[in-house]
């Protein structure tokens, strides 16, 4: 009897490790239930960067696998829509087995932009995988001085 005191003695409850242990159960439960179309197309999701200088905004965004013909760019006053597809080129023979974790499919990602800019001045390069976009600021934009007052 007193050998379990000492044991339940030295037992410390962590809940903050059991709040963790909870946190990845759910997370697990949550990506089994997703559907595989769902997963699809949250991996086909382009990262986007984006870079703010006095005159532009410089967007990229990293489409690897995409070719520059199946990308449709649109670039309003205000944001940047861009649709594109990663088409498969997996060929098997009749008895070969194929393998791959390539995500391929349609994707769309619309991206606001913080000022309004010239979108008849876009200017768009794709290289390694990478489409940059050169979004000039409107003019009204890049003359845009507040004065903060302090105090």
Avoid: C, H
């Amino acid at each position: 009897m007193s050998m379990e005191v000492t044991i339940m003695q030295l037992l410390r409850w962590q809940p903050f490790q059991e709040i963790d242990s909870l946190q990845r159960e759910m997370n697990r439960l949550f990506d089994s239930l997703a559907l595989p179309s769902e997963k699809a197309a949250m991996s086909l999701f382009p990262p986007a960067e984006l870079e703010e200088t006095p005159e532009a905004i410089i967007l990229k965004l990293e489409v690897p696998g995409v070719n520059p013909e199946d990308l449709d760019v649109q670039v309003s006053l205000d944001g940047v829509a861009i649709t594109g597809e990663r088409k498969s080129t997996n060929q098997t023979e009749e008895k070969g087995i194929s393998r791959s974790e390539f995500r391929y499919g349609k994707f769309r990602r619309v991206i606001p932009l913080p000022n309004r800019i010239q979108n008849t001045q876009v200017q768009a390069e794709y290289k390694d995988g990478i489409l940059s976009l050169t979004l000039p600021k409107a003019e009204a934009e890049k003359n845009k001085v507040v004065k903060i007052t302090v105090g």
